[in-house]
């Protein structure tokens, strides 16, 4: 198991371990005595944010190689807490409990954890590098969205044309067809088993069932792709659908007929 160490700044709390270092972390007293120079990362999560960026400050004096898990519990102060380049910034604890919540009680979380613990360390230090690299300030948002009327009807829409639509054109940014949104899909589930890490040109069907991670206005901006028959039209193609009835009728009537190959 990995070992830990506590600090703890109330000393008249009953019934602590007898390692419990008491101190408040800010200095370098406290940090040497549990071990911070030979440890791997340190998590400052007291209710005092300037107590944690010191926290943070001083570990890393000592151990620039630390993975620091720090926490934010004033919005106000947000820029300090991006400019200290922690690994991890804990949100308030109302924020964290509802992305903690969903992340646990989501069914395709659980499937998903499920599958990763059959990959090895360099896979799954991979997917931690993306993770940050997509959602580098706060912990990722996750979401699932089914390939259903619900979910994805201008997804469902396409499909029912005969259309081929994949995840990479979910993943797309309506405004700039280029450029990709910050997320990714962690699984895509169907009747065919689950899948972790699917490739972006895997072509979706309905019925799929998909996990994702990314930054919460992702998950908003990723809506239209799954909603909106032009937004999805557009990331696809670059073309835009005609928006009324007819003037999709217009545009299968006079559209050009392939010629069949004899």
């Not at 820029?79 to 308030?92: N, P, Y």
């Not at 989501?106 to 993306?130: G, V």
């Not at 992702?218 to 032009?230: A, D, P, V």
């Not at 928006?243 to 545009?251: N, P």
Request: proline residues 5%; negative net charge.
């Amino acid at each position: 198991g990995v070992a830990v160490r506590v600090i703890e700044p109330n000393a008249a709390i009953p019934d602590m371990p007898d390692d419990v270092i008491i101190g408040d972390g800010t200095g370098d007293r406290a940090l040497i005595a549990a071990g911070v120079e030979a440890a791997v990362g340190i998590i400052a999560g007291s209710d005092d944010d300037s107590n944690n960026l010191s926290i943070l400050v001083t570990a890393r004096q000592l151990n620039p190689e630390l993975f620091v898990v720090i926490r934010q519990n004033e919005s106000s102060n947000r820029e300090l807490f991006r400019q200290s380049k922690a690994d991890i910034v804990m949100e308030g604890s109302d924020v964290l409990s509802r992305k903690i919540r969903t992340l646990l009680t989501s069914p395709m979380t659980e499937d998903f954890l499920h599958l990763a613990r059959a990959h090895d360390d360099q896979w799954a230090h991979r997917l931690a590098d993306q993770l940050r690299a997509i959602s580098p300030e706060v912990l990722p948002h996750v979401w699932s969205a089914t390939i259903g009327h619900r979910d994805a009807h201008a997804v469902i829409t396409a499909i029912s044309e005969g259309e081929v639509v994949t995840i990479n054109d979910l993943i797309r940014d309506h405004h700039d067809r280029d450029a990709l949104l910050p997320m990714m899909v962690l699984m895509l589930e169907n009747s065919r088993g689950a899948f972790c890490m699917p490739e972006p040109d895997t072509v979706l069907h309905i019925g799929d069932r998909l996990l994702f991670a990314g930054t919460a206005a992702s998950h908003f901006r990723m809506q239209w792709n799954l909603q909106n028959e032009i937004a999805l039209t557009w990331v696809r193609t670059g073309q835009s659908r005609p928006r009324t009835m007819i003037g999709r009728w217009l545009e299968r009537k006079w559209s050009p007929v392939k010629p069949q190959q004899s």
